[in-house]
């Protein structure tokens, strides 16, 4: 039921903290790891016992309405730190819902799990949820929001009027427009672009951004389909060398314009992503819907694309045959570097939806110290 409902303690607890629910939840997921060890003392007092659930029937129950959560955070939560706050939270999100799970498992003798809806989007609880010893398989809708909820009801509706007809999965998320160099150009030509920026065309972009961002410099790429939810994957990103700290900066400051604490995260190859990330159920992650624990390797070449403070990583895991544009742009970075990743960020500023069109690519740039941007096989750059 809504009013017992874990996601709303957290998205009030996120506009408690000053921001906006269902939009910067994840800022109070990457806040959460900077507290000290004393947040547990916050956790007792404000969240401890709030939400529950009944091991026979699995069913949410809570101390009070939990629309009402914001009430009870301004009454009692004078003097908390706001870090112990965020910390506090992501505890109760953490255990409350691998306890639920882990019972849920235990009831229907389930070793294969999938799951959706919000709370899901939160990729450390979902780290946690993959390290259970119980769990065989844990698979999470990508962007897993009501954002999703069109998909489903189209599965809902084929199986209604087909019901003898399999449902075709989908194999990756780049479901948007993509545009042709014809309509680039036309676009270019009829706002005068050619007079305000240095616009050159790549017989071979890939390597072209791969040499740029080797050198220390920041590639925004708007190629192919662009990305349906949640995250950039590669085809409406900014791309950056993730070893470098300088990229982290630049990006944050510069570019993105967003919280200090925030990190960001790697575009990694499957074939090398157990150099960077410990992997023991070897799962799939391309999708940026999972966290993992660096190793050594991870923590001294992708400093830039790393928490900062608990050195976990967000990557996606880019395989040839799902991306192989983005792939060979990792792989020309690898050979440059030695290293097979990129630091990967969405294309937009702050508080702006990821970059669809050729206009918002424009505005992104237009409103950002954004200096470079290729556009299928052109170069943009600020003269």
């Known amino acids: 039921n809504w009013d017992k409902s874990i996601g709303y303690i957290y998205s009030l607890t996120t506009t408690f903290l000053g921001m906006k629910a269902l939009e910067h939840e994840y800022k109070v997921m990457g806040l959460a790891p900077y507290a000290k060890s004393y947040f547990e003392d916050t956790y007792d007092r404000l969240f401890r016992d709030i939400i529950s659930f009944s091991k026979d029937t699995l069913e949410f129950k809570s ?3 939990l629309n009402r959560f914001n009430l ?13 706050i965020a910390a506090s939270v992501q505890k109760l999100t953490e255990e409350l819902i691998l306890d639920w799970i882990s019972s849920a498992i235990k009831k229907y003798n389930i070793k294969n799990i999938y799951l959706s809806g919000g709370v899901f989007m939160n990729v450390k609880l979902n780290k946690r949820i993959m390290e259970l010893k119980q769990v065989n398989s844990a698979n999470f809708m990508p962007s897993c929001g009501d954002e ?12 209604v009027l087909n019901p003898n007809t399999a449902i075709q999965p989908i194999d990756n998320l ?9 309509e680039i150009l036309s676009y270019i030509k009829k706002n005068n672009l050619d007079k305000k920026y240095k616009i050159t065309k790549h017989k071979d972009i890939e390597l072209k951004i791969a040499k740029m961002i080797s050198k220390g410099e920041i590639v925004a790429r708007f190629k192919g389909r662009n990305e349906f939810g949640a995250r950039a994957l590669g085809n409406r990103t900014i791309l950056a060398d993730p070893s470098k700290m300088e990229s982290f900066y630049t990006v944050n400051d510069q570019v993105k314009m967003r919280d200090f604490w925030m ?9 090398d992503h157990s150099k960077y990330i410990k992997n023991p159920k ?8 999972l966290a993992f ?23 996606q895991l880019v395989e040839k045959q799902t991306s192989p544009d983005y792939h060979k742009l990792i792989n020309y970075f690898k050979k440059l570097t030695g290293i097979g990743a990129v630091l990967n960020t969405s294309l937009n500023v702050h508080g702006y939806p990821l970059v669809s069109t050729i206009k918002q690519a424009f505005f992104t740039m237009e409103n950002s110290e954004l200096k470079n941007l290729a556009l299928e096989n052109f170069l943009i750059q600020k003269k």
């Open 63 to 65: 101390k009070f309405p």
């Open 72 to 84: 009870h955070l301004e009454k009692n939560s004078k003097g908390e730190r706001f870090d112990n």
């Open 148 to 159: 999703s909820n069109p998909i489903g009801a189209a599965f809902k509706m084929h199986t």
């Open 174 to 182: 780049y479901l948007g427009k993509r545009y042709s160099d014809k």
């Open 263 to 271: 990190p960001f995260a790697p575009s990694i190859l499957w074939e």
């Open 282 to 289: 070897n799962f799939k992650a391309p999708h940026m819907i």
């Open 293 to 315: 624990d660096s190793t050594q390797e991870g923590k001294d070449k992708l400093r830039a694309a790393l928490h900062q403070a608990d050195k976990t990583l967000r990557p």
